[in-house]
Nanobody, 122 residues
Framework: VQLQASGGGLVQPGGFLTLSCVAS????????WAWYRQAPGKQRELVAE???????NYADSVKGRATISRDKAKNTVYLQMNSLKYEDTAVYSC?????????????????WGQGTLVTVSS
């Protein structure tokens, strides 16, 4: 199983971006998704999540500026952010709450994608 995040880059303040994360491999089901970020010198924080019951939650720092969505057919989660601020600069990582097939077994757990760097700068 592999989670591949993409979409990071250099963005001007006030700009927007869309991050994507695709899960591949012997996936039985994806029960939930989350985006985290870690800024230099700071702890990793939850940005947005889609929980197993379909609830959507956002960090207060991005509420009103971020939208998390999923495409079940494509095993993909998206994070759209607008009105970007300098403090949004961070490495953004996706996490999937997966059920993964291994032979006749089903393993449940969390898988992480590699980070994608978002730099907000003029």
């Amino acid at each position: 199983v592999q989670l591949q995040a993409s979409g990071g880059g250099l963005v001007q303040p006030g700009g927007f971006l869309t991050l994507s994360c695709v899960a591949s491999g012997r996936i039985f089901n994806i029960y939930g998704w989350a985006w985290y970020r870690q800024a230099p010198g700071k702890q990793r924080e939850l940005v947005a999540e889609i929980t197993t019951d379909g609830s959507i939650n956002y960090a207060d720092s991005v509420k009103g500026r971020a939208t998390i969505s999923r495409d079940k057919a494509k095993n993909t989660v998206y994070l759209q952010m607008n009105s970007l601020k300098y403090e949004d600069t961070a490495v953004y990582s996706c996490k999937g709450d997966l059920g993964v097939r291994s032979g006749s077994d089903l393993t449940m757990g969390y898988w992480w994608g590699q980070g994608t760097l978002v730099t907000v700068s003029s």
